[in-house]
């Protein structure tokens, strides 16, 4: 079974208005990653968060983390429309947190529209 | 740009055609992957390659074969592939294996009838 899921698995929105995906994951992680892909090309990692870190901002985005939960969330204020494009966590296991144990999920599909 | 360049972007293939895909970084660094994307799927660790050693998922058939000649340059060698080969297949980049931040590149739209 995969180790992040993130919800919804697509999301509609209008232009300024903010746009909210989560993270669900299973096992115990050291890091969390968030990357975003527009259609047809490589991923772009966007940010990391550490599991004894809560919150983190970057630019327009911020990143929870509730390793009680197992869960994260991406929020992304004041969307354009250049912001559409897949959105996907990925989980950096305990064991060793080296990029080789990433684990990504099946992404959420966010459309801003103009 | 992220410094990881994929050849060719788009490939189409025979079921009994031999063919390689090309990911060459020029960011320095000493670690390389290869993700395999399907429609609706997670990403996929197929390998990774770095400077010490070859670490694969032993869930990948041996249609795939990877070539790592230096730190720079990475091939994934490929034959006798079958239509649910058809993916995006991703090349990745990161300074040391223990790194966390993967640098992708575009990726190479493969088709196989």
């Given at each position: 079974s995969q180790q992040g899921e993130e919800d919804p698995q697509a999301l509609s929105i209008q232009e300024g208005e903010n746009a909210t995906m989560n993270c669900s994951y299973k096992t115990s992680i050291n890091n969390l990653q968030w990357y975003r892909q527009n259609s047809g090309r490589g991923l772009v990692h966007l940010i990391l968060i550490r599991s004894n870190e809560r919150e983190k901002h970057s630019g327009r985005l911020r990143v929870t983390l509730d390793t009680s939960k197992k869960s994260s969330s991406l929020l992304i204020t004041a969307s354009r429309a250049a912001d559409t494009a897949s959105y996907f966590c990925a989980t950096g296991t305990l064991s060793s947190g080296s990029a080789r144990?990433?684990?990504?999920?099946?992404?959420?599909?966010?459309?801003?529209?103009? | 740009e992220t410094g990881v360049t994929q050849t060719p972007r788009h490939l189409v293939m025979g079921m009994t055609n031999k063919k390689s895909l090309k990911c060459e970084q020029h960011l320095g660094h000493n670690a390389m992957y290869w993700y395999k994307q399907s429609a609706k799927k997670p990403l996929e660790l197929m390998f990774v390659y770095s400077l010490e050693e070859r670490v694969e998922n032993n869930s990948v058939p041996s249609r795939f074969s990877p070539e790592c000649p230096n730190s720079s340059h990475l091939f994934l060698h490929l034959h006798t592939l079958?239509?649910?080969?058809?993916?995006?297949?991703?090349?990745?980049s990161s300074p040391r294996p223990g790194d966390e931040k993967l640098f992708f590149g575009s990726g190479t739209q493969l088709s196989v009838l």
């Open positions: 144990q990433l684990t990504f999920g099946s992404g959420t599909q966010l459309t801003v529209l103009p | 079958q239509p649910e080969d058809s993916a995006l297949y991703l090349c990745a």
